[in-house]
């Protein structure tokens, strides 16, 4: 149920986000287009201030304002909910297939997103039954250019995108492998385009290789990756045709068939 709040607030931004919320929740639980007089009235706020929060969510396009100066939530929304479906979706489409990945190689399979300038660690599989495993903590984070599935996410970008993200972060090394010249990430990212897995050689993390393919959505936009982390006198290339064929498989539940 929908709860009225006064236009008064010690806190000016907990202020703005709470009424932004309320406005937010009515237009969400209403069956159509409201106006703004409704609005004003089912939310207790003044006008001006409820024409003022309505304009800067038509900007973000979280609302829509409809001819006839009536207001619906925005298809921004739509988009925001699908990512995190997308999310819950990849996590529970993946996990089997992490588990069949795990049972064949004995070695760590994580599933990663992209956030920002890294990729987070989302899901993992591993058993702790046969010697070290490289374990990454669920949460965590790692740059886009020194890991495996960050390099799959690069290698989605446009050239501007790609330079942006350079320029941006400066593509620090962290250890004596790491790649952080930018002709040998362009080198990197073409050879992903052409291999179809990328590969991590001790690049964040010294004496630890990955392996990662990449898993789309329905526009064939990478949102996730499916990874193998290993000792690096463990990890056998053969093993990132396996991770392609999961990734595959788990990109095809998503509706990419590319």
């Not at 149920?1 to 709470?18: A, F, G, I, R, T």
């Not at 490289?134 to 995108?161: N, Q, S, Y």
């Not at 897995?197 to 789309?216: K, P, T, Y």
């Not at 990109?251 to 990419?256: D, I, K, P, Q, V």
Request: proline share 3%; hydrophobic share 40%.
């Amino acid at each position: 149920m929908v709860k009225s709040m006064s236009d008064e607030s010690p806190n000016y931004s907990v202020q703005v986000l709470e009424r932004t919320v309320l406005l937010m929740d009515i237009l969400a639980q209403s069956s159509g287009p409201l106006s703004l007089k409704d609005l004003t009235a089912r939310s207790k706020l003044n006008i001006s201030t409820c024409h003022r929060i309505l304009n800067d969510l038509v900007i973000a396009q979280f609302v829509e304002h409809l001819p006839g100066g009536r207001y619906q939530l925005g298809l921004r929304l739509l988009e925001l909910g699908n990512l995190v479906k997308n999310r819950l979706n990849i996590q529970e489409l993946a996990y089997p297939q992490m588990q069949e990945l795990h049972r064949k190689t004995g070695e760590t399979i994580n599933l990663s997103i992209k956030q920002g300038n890294d990729i987070v660690y989302i899901e993992r599989c591993w058993s702790g039954q046969s010697g070290v495993h490289v374990v990454r903590p669920i949460g965590g984070r790692a740059p886009l250019h020194l890991t495996a599935v960050g390099k799959l996410f690069l290698a989605d970008l446009d050239a501007v995108e790609l330079l942006e993200y350079v320029n941006k972060t400066g593509i620090p090394a962290s250890t004596s492998k790491s790649v952080s010249e930018f002709e040998r990430l362009k080198n990197e990212l073409a050879a992903i385009h052409q291999q179809g897995f990328a590969i991590d050689n001790e690049e964040l993390e010294e004496g630890v290789r990955c392996l990662a393919a990449a898993i789309f959505n329905e526009q064939g936009r990478v949102v996730a990756g499916i990874s193998l982390s290993a000792p690096a006198q463990r990890i056998q290339y053969a093993w990132s045709q396996d991770l392609k064929r999961a990734a595959k498989d788990i990109s095809r539940e998503l509706g990419c068939y590319l």
